[in-house]
Nanobody, 120 residues
Framework: QVQLQESGPGLVKPSQTLSLTCTVSGGSITANSYYWSWIRQPPGKGLEWMGAIGYSDSTYYSLSLKSRTSISRDSSKNQFTLQLRSVTPEDTAVYSC????????????WGQGTQVTVSS
């Protein structure tokens, strides 16, 4: 069973870059049946899909975040990483890494989520 775990700083200053890493266990991030994605939930708001990376290193981003977001992976460590540039307090949220089925787009596994606060 695939398990995911987020790691990274819980506090980021405005205008800086938010960087989070997701470590995957119980499965390979090079498997061609999954996308590896980031989802966030700001306080009092719904879930927002941010982007994903596929098995061929193809990347897909939310249109609203595309200009500020990069997702990459390190296959040797079985990890993938989110970078969100030029953050503002509106980027404060719980950030979760997930795996999604390529065929159905359904989320099949979630990380526990990590709180990131943007504040000076």
């Amino acid at each position: 069973q695939v398990q995911l775990q987020e790691s990274g700083p819980g506090l980021v200053k405005p205008s800086q870059t938010l960087s989070l890493t997701c470590t995957v266990s119980g499965g390979s991030i090079t498997a061609n049946s999954y996308y590896w994605s980031w989802i966030r939930q700001p306080p009092g708001k719904g879930l927002e899909w941010m982007g994903a990376i596929g098995y061929s290193d193809s990347t897909y981003y939310s249109l609203s975040l595309k200009s500020r977001t990069s997702i990459s992976r390190d296959s040797s460590k079985n990890q993938f990483t989110l970078q969100l540039r030029s953050v503002t307090p509106e980027d404060t949220a719980v950030y979760s890494c997930v795996s999604q089925s390529v065929s159905s787009r359904q989320v099949v596994a979630w990380g526990q989520g990590t709180q990131v606060t943007v504040s000076s």
